[in-house]
Structure formats: structure tokens, C-alpha cells
């Protein structure tokens, strides 16, 4: 819970895009990543709070 970077690649903003288009705040599910100190995290779905949550966020896949 926080202030904190997302990333959002284009194709999550693609699915995505009708809800970022306001001030926020928004419930982001994703991947935390460290990019030497710098985290950030990496967007796989974005949501509304309070917003009904028709289908879970896709698996991330573990890094090689």
C-alpha cells in the first residue's frame, strides 16, 4: 500500500485504458521488480477500488 511506479506495457493499457484514463486512485495487480535499487512494478491488471473483479489476473510467468 502506497505511492509507488507502474509500468504499463502496451498491451495491458490496451485492456485497460477505459479505467486509467482518470486521476486514480487505481488497485494494480503485477510483478515487483528491482532495477539496481529502482523498484517498480510491472502491471498485469488494473483496477478500480471497490470495482467487481470479473476474472483473476493472468499467472506470471518466474524469471529465467
Do not use: C, N
Request: no cysteine; proline share 11%; net charge negative.
Amino acid at each position: 500500500e502506497g505511492v509507488f511506479e507502474v509500468t504499463v506495457f502496451p498491451d495491458a493499457y490496451r485492456r485497460f485504458a477505459a479505467s486509467v484514463r482518470g486521476p486514480g486512485p487505481y488497485v494494480v495487480t503485477g510483478k515487483v521488480e528491482d532495477h539496481l535499487g529502482a523498484i517498480s512494478v510491472t502491471a498485469v491488471r488494473i483496477d478500480l477500488p471497490g470495482a467487481a473483479r470479473q476474472a483473476p489476473a493472468p499467472e506470471m510467468a518466474p524469471e529465467a
